[in-house]
């Protein structure tokens, strides 16, 4: 019932940014939080950042904190993260994901295809 399609990504150098796009399609008026997470080869899916739909309540994963940004335009269905100050560990496939409640976990109902970002010493 929704679709999550993230684009941006690509090859930065570190101390660069970047700024990843998610747009959701479907029966997104539903949706409570949208969210970033991420996974680097041989590694966990970690969680990056949050957002709710309604107030804008953000929520940062400590690695990011100061240096990513997430923002959300309901009007486009759209859900932004802002990647500054950009280092090599950021290096991963970046997955966008939304549910009908506020979550952290990798349990969202919803998950886009995945955008590559690669950070170059």
């Known amino acids: 019932q929704v679709q999550l399609v993230e684009s941006g990504g690509g090859l930065v150098q570190a101390g660069g940014s970047l700024r990843l796009s998610c747009a959701a399609s479907g029966r997104t008026s539903a949706l409570y939080t949208m969210a970033w997470f991420r996974q680097a080869p041989g590694k966990e899916r970690d969680f990056v950042s949050a957002?709710?739909?309604?107030?804008?309540?953000?929520y940062y994963a400590d690695s990011v904190k100061g240096r990513f940004n997430i923002s959300r335009d309901n009007a486009k269905n759209t859900v932004y993260l802002q990647m500054n100050s950009l280092k090599p560990e950021d290096t991963a496939v970046y997955y966008c994901a939304a549910d009908r409640r506020f979550l952290r976990t990798a349990d969202y109902d919803y998950w886009g295809q995945g955008t590559q970002v690669t950070v170059s010493s």
């Open positions: 957002i709710t739909r309604s107030a804008g309540n953000t």
